[in-house]
């Protein structure tokens, strides 16, 4: 079973949590309330959370033991927390075990971290040189050199036009199986350098940074690794069948496909019946359980994105769980 993670670490990397005031206020978990934080990170968001809950708690999970290690530190050993690593299918076990049925409110923070970006070993960022490995979990799964190495080229195709939205995924892919046909990529300095060859540097929009050439494959290919968008559909169900009514979700994401998967399930979940249209009465039976409380994804304010440029992407969702009616 998961189990409590406290190890010391020798520094502590620099660590900004995105929209971390709004996250909390729309949050506003009760005093004695519970909350899960189902990626928890390094503790960022957990820390400011934990000042709304002087006779509450927290859970913790995430499937990065490094991520962890620094979240048991940042922390403090508070009495209040219990951090698990685990991943979002975990989550039922993990409650389970600490005899919690309903949480008030749930967090889940999609998304790269900053130590898992500029840390080279991991293999998240062309920034870096090192091996292209690119789990969340590094002792699970096949890594993104396998996939690189391994797929066929027409699944490679797909996997980054899909994933990773590139247009000029058929050329990447077919680069890249003539590259591995002479010698195994292995490194994210030659898949960053291959990508430059193949589709040139950019020329940025105006008012825009520039952005490499590899950013949409090396997202493809993160995707693939760790399955994130079916982890987060997966993730979405189970946290929405452990808030209690009254209680609230936010979810973090940073990227389109991220997005649309969280709209889309809190539109659906808001919806009272999903038959077709052209069905004059309803038999779905389907009752909406869900209030959408963020019209439109709320993003970081001009101040935040001058200290912390990285989240000029996030966009944040938050909907309420209805509460039950008589006869409902």
């Known amino acids: 079973m998961r189990k409590k993670h406290s190890p010391a670490l020798k520094a502590e990397p620099i660590h900004t949590p995105?929209?971390?005031?709004?996250?909390?206020?729309w949050l506003s978990p009760p005093p004695d309330g519970v909350v899960l934080d189902m990626t928890v990170g390094m503790g960022g968001h957990a820390s400011e959370l934990l000042k709304r809950l002087p006779r509450g708690r927290l859970v913790g999970l995430d499937q990065d033991a490094d991520a962890l290690q620094h979240a048991g530190r940042a922390l403090?050993?508070?009495?209040?927390?219990?951090?698990?690593?685990?991943?979002?299918?975990?989550?039922?076990?993990?409650?389970?075990?600490?005899?919690?049925?309903?949480?008030?409110?749930?967090?889940?923070?999609?998304?790269?971290?900053?130590l898992q970006l500029d840390t080279a070993g991991r293999g998240f960022s062309f920034s870096h040189d090192g091996p292209l490995d690119m789990r969340m979990d590094t002792h699970s799964g096949h890594t993104a050199a396998w996939v690189i190495n391994t797929y066929p080229?027409?699944?490679?195709?797909?996997?980054?036009?899909?994933?990773?939205e590139e247009p000029?995924?058929?050329?990447?892919?077919r680069a890249i199986v003539?590259?591995?046909?002479?010698?195994?990529?292995?490194?994210?300095?030659?898949?960053?350098?291959?990508?430059?060859?193949?589709?040139g540097k950019p020329r940025p929009r105006r008012g825009e940074a520039s952005r490499h050439p590899a950013t949409r494959l090396f997202q493809a290919l993160r995707i693939e690794v760790n399955r994130e968008l079916e982890a987060l559909e997966e993730g979405l169900k189970a946290a929405l069948s452990f808030l209690k009514p009254g209680g609230r979700i936010a979810v973090i994401t940073f990227h389109s496909l991220e997005d649309r998967i969280v709209k889309q399930s809190f539109k659906t979940e808001a919806t009272d019946c999903l038959c077709p249209p052209d069905i004059p009465r309803c038999v779905c039976g389907h009752?909406?359980?869900?209030?959408?409380?963020t019209g439109k994804?709320?993003?970081?304010?001009?101040?935040?994105?001058?200290?912390?440029p990285r989240a000029r992407s996030a966009k944040l969702r938050v909907a309420e769980k209805l509460k039950l009616t008589v006869g409902g």
């Not at 080229?153 to 990773?164: A, H, P, V």
């Open 153 to 164: 080229q027409e699944r490679l195709s797909q996997i980054i036009f899909e994933y990773g």
């Open 18 to 25: 995105v929209l971390l005031k709004e996250t909390v206020e």
């Open 287 to 293: 009752k909406a359980s869900l209030r959408i409380l």
């Open 76 to 114: 403090r050993k508070d009495p209040r927390v219990s951090l698990f690593k685990a991943n979002f299918a975990d989550i039922r076990w993990v409650l389970k075990d600490l005899s919690i049925s309903e949480v008030d409110s749930v967090l889940m923070d999609i998304g790269v971290s900053s």
């Open 178 to 199: 003539k590259a591995r046909e002479q010698k195994h990529l292995e490194t994210t300095g030659e898949l960053a350098s291959l990508a430059l060859r193949v589709l």
């Open 168 to 173: 000029k995924a058929r050329a990447l892919a």
């Open 297 to 308: 994804p709320v993003m970081a304010a001009e101040e935040e994105l001058e200290q912390n």
